[in-house]
């Protein structure tokens, strides 16, 4: 090899290896400190493009997540509601027909109603009362609530109400809002729309039920399937610290392996002055 004081290519070719091996420990140390072995764009184009497609998914069913949960809170809030008007309901029913016995005398049949009415209104109480952030799902103020079913929106899951309020035009509860008696034929009579009643608000329990477990086995499934993507993310992107902590230990000492070569090249130029002596 030439001796030369103005070209050192034992100099420059250590140089580019300590410049490489520099670069390496740089790169080994950003992902020991993120814990990604693709942190953004330049470290592998393809790859991040993929894994920010996956967290935009995470994202979306994090406000599915949400919706579902509003949805099952406001059917619960309207089943324990309604789970209460049943037993009111069966309530009635036993004091209705108490006092349409023929036999009962005028000031028992009164009181029998007078207990009647108390729990009528208290049926319109828990009615006025079944809400859930501003939905109502008894009272005939909300036709439907729908909640998220997939990432993008396109794809919803719908609740019907149930129409739990007291008068002629509901569909489950037949007695009017101000339903009374005097005599034991007017007692009989609404015994005999308490019997419907109630097989009508049973039958609204039942698909109130159902679509409640319907909304909590599919949050269960968005729940599993975000952690399914959470990890797809992290091997696609994630870094093994294990094998990065004992790539950057073999850098450290090859970067100061590399340091000592690039001073013995430079060095070797002073060999020309033993020329000259």
Do not use: C, W
Not at 69 to 82: I, P, Y
Not at 194 to 209: C, F
């Amino acid at each position: 090899m030439t001796l030369s004081v103005n070209t050192n290519a034992g100099a420059m070719i250590a140089l580019q290896n300590l410049n490489k091996t520099n670069m390496q420990l740089e790169e080994s140390q950003s992902r020991i400190n993120t814990g990604l072995e693709v942190a953004g764009a330049k470290d592998n184009g393809g790859i991040y493009a993929i894994a920010q497609r996956m967290r935009s998914q995470v994202s979306g069913y994090g406000a599915v997540t949400d919706s579902l949960n509003r949805a099952v809170s406001a059917v619960d809030v309207a089943l324990a509601a309604g789970e209460a008007i049943s037993d009111l309901i069966i309530e009635m029913k036993e004091k209705a027909l108490a006092a349409a016995d023929t036999s009962l005398d005028t000031a028992s049949r009164t009181a029998l109603n007078a207990d009647f009415t108390a729990l009528r209104d208290q049926i319109k109480t828990i009615v006025a009362n079944a809400e859930f952030n501003g939905t109502n799902l008894l009272n005939n103020s909300t036709a439907q609530i729908t909640a998220l079913a997939n990432a993008d929106g396109s794809n919803t899951i719908t609740v019907q109400d149930e129409n739990f309020a007291l008068g002629a035009g509901s569909a489950l509860i037949t007695i009017a809002s101000n339903a009374s008696y005097a005599t034991a034929t007017q007692a009989d009579n609404i015994a005999s729309q308490l019997g419907t009643s109630l097989d009508n608000v049973n039958a609204a329990l039942a698909r109130l039920g159902t679509q409640s477990k319907a909304l909590g086995i599919h949050t269960t499934f968005v729940s599993k399937l975000t952690d399914a993507l959470e990890t797809g993310i992290g091997n696609l992107v994630d870094a093994d610290l294990a094998k990065e902590s004992a790539r950057l230990q073999s850098l450290q000492v090859k970067q100061q392996l590399g340091i000592q070569a690039l001073g013995i090249a430079n060095q070797r130029p002073q060999a020309i002055l033993s020329f000259f002596q």
